[in-house]
């Protein structure tokens, strides 16, 4: 069976996204989407989307890690797979809304190829002497390094994620660098890719909400980020304990579009 298949990418974070409204593919199919994530062996991608219809949505997002599980949120893939329903003529207007694992989300076509989606709010942030936690949308650990640019993210990654405390549940660990005059610099290392990628929406979200809750953003409503992929901007409502009207900002590229033998 040939799979029409298109190719994105959010600030180096890419995904291969299947327009499925037709219902041809079992969304339940772990084995097919780890090859076709597979860089050696398959199209190679950090994440895969099915494009999916909901009643009262535009559409519904269906995701999967590249280890071919479903999986929690993912930012950058909300923002792309909303710019390609776009394309697909599904989004008619300047925005829209879809349903993802997480629940409903809204995006904004902010300007050319910018695409700008609304998070979940977070209630709580929870600060851990040396680290802090928290769900985006997808679970979180946030901590400031310095050298970030040097640090073996895979490696200090991979221990934080398989240690007792998380190795069950899983966790996505952020590491940021925070330079005085200087955009705040993220790199991070995802559960379910199990190694560092070059941008992560959920994450990026958590530390920006982080530096904001020490005073570090780069404004009072928003808190723009350095990822290894490029530039994203993070706007938030302070709330309580927590923040609302989180929203991610940044570029959604379709790559290529092709046809793959499944």
């Given at each position: 069976m040939k799979i029409e298949f298109y190719k994105y990418e959010g600030t180096g974070n890419d995904f291969i996204i299947i327009d499925n409204r037709d219902k041809k593919l079992k969304a339940n199919n772990p084995d097919l989407w780890k090859k076709l994530c597979d860089r050696h062996f398959g199209i190679g991608a950090d994440g895969l989307m099915l494009i999916q219809n909901?009643?009262?949505?535009?559409?519904e997002m269906v995701y999967f890690n590249a280890d071919g599980n479903q999986s929690s949120m993912c930012g950058n893939g909300g923002r792309c797979i909303t710019h390609l329903a776009k394309k697909l003529g599904i989004v008619?207007?300047?925005?829209?809304?879809?349903?993802a694992i997480d629940g409903e989300h809204e995006v904004v076509f902010s300007k050319k190829d910018t695409v700008k989606l609304k998070?979940?709010?977070?209630?709580?942030?929870?600060?851990?002497?040396?680290?802090?936690?928290?769900?985006?949308?997808?679970?979180h650990y946030v901590i400031f390094v310095k050298n970030v640019?040097?640090?073996?993210v895979?490696?200090?990654?991979?221990?934080?994620?398989?240690?007792?405390?998380?190795?069950?549940?899983?966790?996505?660990?952020?590491?940021?660098?925070?330079?005085?005059n200087k955009v705040p610099i993220l790199r991070t290392y995802e559960r379910g890719v199990e190694d560092e990628?070059?941008?992560?929406?959920?994450?990026t979200t958590a530390a920006a909400l982080v530096l904001a809750t020490k005073g570090l953003?780069?404004?009072?409503?928003?808190?723009d980020i350095q990822t290894m992929g490029g530039m994203l901007t993070v706007w938030f409502t302070p709330d309580k304990k927590g923040f609302k009207d989180i929203w991610l900002e940044g570029p959604a590229t379709l790559v290529f579009k092709g046809e793959v033998e499944a």
């Open positions: 909901k009643k009262g949505y535009d559409f008619k207007g300047k925005s829209a809304t879809f349903m998070m979940m709010d977070v209630k709580s942030i929870n600060h851990n002497i040396s680290y802090y936690t928290l769900n985006t949308g997808s679970p640019l040097k640090l073996p895979k490696i200090e990654g991979s221990s934080i994620r398989n240690s007792k405390s998380f190795k069950k549940e899983g966790i996505n660990v952020n590491f940021v660098e925070v330079q005085k990628t070059l941008s992560c929406g959920t994450g953003s780069t404004a009072k409503d928003h808190c």
